[in-house]
């Protein structure tokens, strides 16, 4: 597609749950960026990648997060020790170089349960 | 510290009526701004964005926004609002030496026929 793909759409789980959110830029796009979304709330910066490299994820909240890029296009979200606290849309973007405007997914619902 | 500020919360307007949403921002860099909107179970679609010259820029969907300096704001213009324009904004400010985004908390905006 055209887009930045999202998937899945969403997700629900129990606490203590792995989960992996799975983001796919648009093509060409070197930069891409993942956030997160609570209700009420704009989105709040987490990681940002240029190629494969995650070249600040200054917004990573905890160890329990992590995210890869391994092929420079296709990203994961990894989560671990999932907590009721980490419910919330999980947003992707990509652009065509840093500092360029950010085109978002969908994004994936996660809820914790 | 960086942030964005969007004063308000929730707006009501009229289809047909004239629509200002406000946005100021905090950043020690030269910014750029940036408005996306929001629909319910989507992403952010980018509305424009300012990153120099004139400083009244034109978007899609009939908007345009004024970045003042002297005010730190960037405020969101549309002479006529349509119904289809209900949806929630966001005013987000980066910079060239920074590859975080960072957004205001959004303002939902609601038309009445």
């Known amino acids: 597609g055209a887009g930045v793909s999202q998937t899945p759409s969403n997700k629900v789980t129990e606490k203590g749950k792995y989960v992996e959110l799975r983001c796919d830029p648009i093509?060409?796009?070197?930069?891409l960026y993942w956030y997160r979304q609570s209700l009420g709330q704009g989105p709040e910066f987490l990681i940002y990648f240029q190629g494969t490299g995650a070249a600040d994820d200054s917004g990573l909240p905890n160890d329990r997060f992590f995210a890869v890029r391994p092929e420079g296009s296709v990203s994961t979200l990894k989560i671990q020790r999932t907590e009721r606290g980490d419910s919330a849309v999980y947003l992707c973007?990509?652009?065509?170089?840093?500092?360029?405007?950010?085109?978002f997914g969908d994004g994936t619902r996660l809820s914790i349960l | 510290a960086q942030s964005v500020t969007q004063p308000d919360i929730h707006i009501t307007v009229s289809e047909g009526a004239s629509l200002e949403l406000r946005c100021n921002y905090s950043y020690g860099a030269t910014p750029y701004l940036f408005w996306y909107v929001q629909s319910p179970g989507q992403g952010l679609q980018l509305l424009l964005k300012?990153?120099?010259?004139?400083?009244l820029v034109q978007g899609i969907k009939g908007f345009e926004a004024e970045f003042k300096r002297s005010q730190s704001s960037f405020n969101l213009r549309k002479p006529s609002v349509h119904w289809s324009d209900a949806a929630e904004y966001f005013c987000a400010v980066g910079a060239v030496t920074s590859n975080q985004f960072y957004f205001g908390t959004g303002t939902s905006l609601t038309v009445i026929p």
């Open positions: 973007a990509s652009s065509r170089d840093s500092n360029q405007p950010q085109h």
């Open positions: 300012y990153f120099s010259g004139d400083t």
């Open positions: 093509s060409g796009h070197t930069a």
